[in-house]
């Protein structure tokens, strides 16, 4: 068996037989602050939504005499630790017939691993994060996996200073400090994903920047569970040329678990990480919902952000979850500072996801968006 492969269970549906373990890489629980600070810049590029959108803006620049300032807004993903983490072993305890490893890594947030090893004094989950580096006009996200529990928390003061005062000379020695560490496991988390919308060949010459200086404490990079087949295969690419593995990670945020996992000998995630930094072994098996529309399972997970949960008091309804930082500095939920259900246009927006619930309109829209894509490197 090759040091890395890469599996697609439609094609081999028995190859988990081969291996002892499956690892859940890089999901979100309700700690994860997503920021909305994206949302103009994508909203704007879609006709009909860029119009009202403008209107709103406009309306909001005319009675507070200011811009709308997303940056001050963020929703949370639905599901607690407990659940994201059980969502996460199911899949693959019940489709892989395997042990399960989880790593969840909430936006520059450990709570989730912390919660777990509080609550379930025996859980195995390591304590994981998805850091966010500014870097020039962007930034980029890190995996950073398994930091040790007696630390945790100092590091992740470490990280928020840096991010407050990005410097290279100090990135340079946390991330040495952190690839002293033997069980950590440090991944460039979609590498080839210009989030911050600098421009392709922008993001890629600050993608190439950041692993000449720093590629030597990268320990793998991720080909992700939601992003397109073309870009997974440049990361592909991207990692051979560096001679680095490539490595799962689902980046689940609603209530589809992950669409790749990695498959392994590994009985505990200190020895997975060991697989991976010392033998540059990962094996990444992609999961049927990968094979489907990823337009559908967007929208799918856009539903499952905007439903009610009657299970989670407090944070029952969609506005429940989006929080705003006001004047003041004070944090309050959408709920909370609207007046009955909120505007008619989100209103109709929430309506219209909803009805993806239904089966028969899943089917229709799976049947609509499919087409056909070649998996190949």
């Given amino acids: 068996m090759p040091a890395c492969?890469?599996?697609?269970?439609?094609?081999?549906?028995?190859?988990?037989?081969?291996?002892?373990?499956?690892?859940s890489l890089h999901s979100h629980t309700m700690h994860s602050k997503e920021n909305m600070a994206f949302l103009p810049r994508y909203a704007h590029r879609i006709p009909g939504v860029s119009q009202t959108i403008?209107?709103?803006?406009?309306?909001?620049?005319?009675?507070?005499g200011k811009e709308l300032d997303y940056s001050r807004a963020w929703w949370t993903p639905p599901l607690p630790a407990p659940d994201a983490e059980a969502l996460e072993r199911r899949q693959i305890e019940n489709l892989l017939q395997l042990p399960a490893l989880v790593s969840l890594t909430d936006h520059d947030c450990i709570t989730a691993g912390l919660n777990l090893r509080l609550t379930s004094p025996l859980s195995a989950a390591p304590i994981?994060?998805?850091?966010?580096?500014?870097?020039?006009a962007s930034f980029i996200h890190l995996g950073i996996h398994?930091?040790?529990?007696?630390?945790?928390?100092?590091?992740?003061?470490?990280?928020?200073?840096?991010?407050?005062?990005?410097?290279?000379?100090?990135?340079?020695?946390?991330?040495?400090?952190?690839?002293?560490?033997?069980?950590?496991?440090?991944?460039?988390?979609?590498?080839?994903?210009?989030?911050?919308?600098?421009?392709r060949q922008i993001h890629r010459q600050m993608v190439h920047g950041f692993l000449d200086r720093f590629g030597a404490f990268i320990h793998a990079l991720e080909l992700n569970g939601l992003r397109p087949w073309s870009e997974n295969r440049e990361v592909a690419a991207l990692a051979a040329a560096r001679a680095l593995p490539v490595i799962s990670g689902g980046d689940r945020h609603g209530r589809e678990p992950n669409a790749n996992v990695n498959l392994t000998q590994a009985a505990s995630f200190a020895e997975?990480?060991?697989?991976?930094?010392?033998?540059?072994?990962?094996?990444?098996?992609?999961?049927p919902q990968y094979h489907g529309s990823l337009k559908l399972r967007c929208?799918?997970?856009?539903?499952?952000?905007?439903?009610?949960?009657?299970?989670?008091?407090?944070?029952?309804?969609?506005?429940?979850?989006?929080?705003?930082?006001?004047?003041?500095?004070?944090v309050a939920t959408l709920s909370t500072l609207w007046q009955g259900a909120g505007p008619g246009i989100v209103r109709n927006f929430v309506a219209l996801l909803r009805v993806l619930e239904s089966r028969r309109v899943r089917a229709t829209l799976r049947q609509a968006l499919a087409g056909r894509r070649e998996y190949a490197l």
């Fill in 5 to 23: 492969g890469l599996y697609f269970l439609w094609r081999d549906p028995r190859v988990a037989s081969q291996f002892r373990t499956g690892v």
């Fill in 54 to 64: 403008r209107k709103h803006e406009a309306t909001f620049r005319s009675y507070y």
């Fill in 128 to 136: 994981s994060t998805e850091w966010t580096v500014p870097l020039e």
């Fill in 146 to 199: 398994n930091l040790p529990s007696t630390d945790a928390t100092s590091w992740m003061e470490h990280f928020r200073a840096w991010t407050a005062a990005p410097d290279p000379d100090r990135l340079a020695e946390i991330l040495a400090a952190l690839h002293a560490m033997p069980g950590v496991l440090i991944v460039f988390n979609h590498p080839l994903w210009d989030e911050g919308l600098a421009g």
């Fill in 272 to 287: 997975f990480v060991a697989e991976v930094r010392q033998e540059g072994r990962s094996q990444v098996l992609f999961l």
């Fill in 299 to 330: 929208l799918e997970t856009m539903s499952d952000t905007l439903r009610d949960y009657p299970e989670y008091p407090g944070r029952v309804q969609w506005s429940d979850r989006i929080y705003f930082r006001q004047d003041d500095g004070r």
